[in-house]
T-cell receptor
Framework: EAQVTQNPRYLITVTGKKLTVTCSQNMNHEYMSWYRQDPGLGLRQIYY???????DKGDVPEGYKVSRKEKRNFPLILESPSPNQTSLYFC?????????????FGSGTQLSVL | SQQGEEDPQALSIQEGENATMNCSYKTSINNLQWYRQNSGRGLVHLILIRSNEREKHSGRLRVTLDTSKKSSSLLITASRAADTASYFCATRVNGANNLFFGTGTRLTVIP
């Protein structure tokens, strides 16, 4: 089944403890992206990747890192999480980024930073 | 600043009625897409309309696009309880490597 898989689904951590949220897609998609969703603010892009080894900042990249060493995986890294990073996170992918591709989303990761 | 904003923020209707949601955006776009989100789950793509199209249909969905007014509407006909969800418009701005999402319309369909 074609899908974007995120793990974990829920995560509670403490300030400053490094964490990684994994994202994997099995559709051979070139484009991958991370979003955070906060009440009243909609979805905001954190980072995106046009292809392997090509990543760039979105609208809210501060406090996050990403890597794209393989086409299927695009992990989101929080080196030193803070309470303002408490949010619902989504990974998404599309075949490419040439104009009319739709995004496929993972099920989300609810992160709470205490 | 947000590219797309939906209106209304929340909508409650009876099963069988039609639901209309609107989206306004600020700059020229390549295309506009509508997504659905069930209760904190991942978004699911519903329909895409290109900037040179005015109307598009998919099943019970009808989307219109007015580029002169920078607005779009999503009509769900003969709504069902299972249509209860949040609906988001997303715009693809020319030259951008992102889809800009609005804050969504929360639709409740009462059985």
């Amino acid at each position: 089944e074609a899908q974007v898989t995120q793990n974990p689904r829920y995560l509670i951590t403490v300030t400053g403890k490094k964490l990684t949220v994994t994202c994997s897609q099995n559709m051979n998609h070139e484009y991958m992206s991370w979003y955070r969703q906060d009440p009243g603010l909609g979805l905001r892009q954190i980072y995106y990747s046009m292809n392997v080894e090509v990543t760039d900042k979105g609208d809210v990249p501060e406090g996050y890192k990403v890597s794209r060493k393989e086409k299927r995986n695009f992990p989101l890294i929080l080196e030193s999480p803070s309470p303002n990073q408490t949010s619902l996170y989504f990974c998404a992918s599309s075949l490419s980024w040439t104009g009319s591709e739709k995004l496929f989303f993972g099920s989300g990761t609810q992160l709470s930073v205490l | 600043s947000q590219q797309g904003e939906e209106d209304p923020q929340a909508l409650s209707i009876q099963e069988g009625e039609n639901a209309t949601m609107n989206c306004s955006y600020k700059t020229s776009i390549n295309n506009l897409q509508w997504y659905r989100q069930n209760s904190g789950r991942g978004l699911v793509h519903l329909i895409l309309i290109r900037s040179n199209e005015r109307e598009k249909h998919s099943g019970r969905l009808r989307v219109t696009l007015d580029t002169s007014k920078k607005s779009s509407s999503l009509l769900i006909t003969a709504s069902r309880a299972a249509d209860t969800a949040s609906y988001f418009c997303a715009t693809r701005v020319n030259g951008a490597n992102n889809l800009f999402f609005g804050t969504g319309t929360r639709l409740t369909v009462i059985p």
